[in-house]
T-cell receptor, first 116, second 112 residues
């Protein structure tokens, strides 16, 4: 059981370049999330998904797109990277709320992205 | 809207000291409350949780009690160790929401 994995672990981009971050989970969770973590700001939700084929905006969605074509994968795309998107990105997954004892979010190890 | 406020860090303590990290929340209804911990270079992991008023969550010597009257969920440990050095996040999830709301995190450093 690998849990939640993220690819890549590190990446450096130039302004205007595009890239896709991949998140995969093997726990059959229905919900998946993308967060960014910046110093002094905690975790901020970018986008999330409550099931295969669905996505929704979080707190800071601008400049990002997501897709959930398969239940186990959640992709985060940056179409035209900007220095303000330099951050550590975390993916998480969970069962839906209300399912007894299983509303915990499980996090991946993170992707450190630098945009020059 | 729903929110979580936790004490700002960094917090620096000596080994075997008593730890309290304050957390208060604003939410409609009856949220579930969580403490997550992030060790250096890693993702967050659940430390403990409580799902209703007066519940006490506990794990690895840490405890937190869900206090609805004061809307608080303070994290405590009687004797901290160097290995407890990490960033601690308080969080809540309301019964109707698919999202967890996190506080800004408190960095804890323990001196040998």
């Amino acid at each position: 059981n690998a849990g939640v994995t993220q690819t890549p672990k590190f990446r450096v981009l130039k302004t205007g370049q595009s890239m896709t971050l991949l998140c995969a989970q093997d726990m059959n969770h229905e919900y998946m999330y993308w967060y960014r973590q910046d110093p002094g700001m905690g975790l901020r939700l970018i986008h999330y998904s409550v099931g295969e084929g669905t996505t929704a905006k979080g707190e800071v969605p601008d400049g990002y797109n997501v897709s959930r074509l398969k239940k186990q994968n959640f992709l985060l795309g940056l179409e035209s990277a900007a220095p303000s998107q330099t951050s550590v990105y975390f993916c998480a997954s969970s069962w839906p709320q209300g399912r007894t004892g299983t509303d915990t979010q499980y996090f991946g190890p993170g992707t450190r992205l630098t945009v020059l | 809207g729903d929110s979580v406020t936790q004490m700002e860090g960094p917090v620096t303590l000596s080994e075997e000291a008593f730890l309290t990290i304050n957390c208060t929340y604003t939410a409609t209804g009856y949220p579930s409350l969580f403490w997550y911990v992030q060790y250096p270079g890693e993702g967050l992991q659940l430390l403990l949780k409580a799902t209703k008023a007066d519940d006490k969550g506990s794990n690895k010597g840490f405890e937190a009690t869900y206090r609805k009257e004061t809307t608080s969920f303070h994290l405590e440990k009687g004797s901290v160790q160097v290995s407890d050095s990490a960033v601690y996040f308080c969080a809540l999830r309301t019964s109707s929401a698919s999202k967890i709301i996190f506080g800004s995190g408190t960095r804890l450093s323990i001196r040998p």
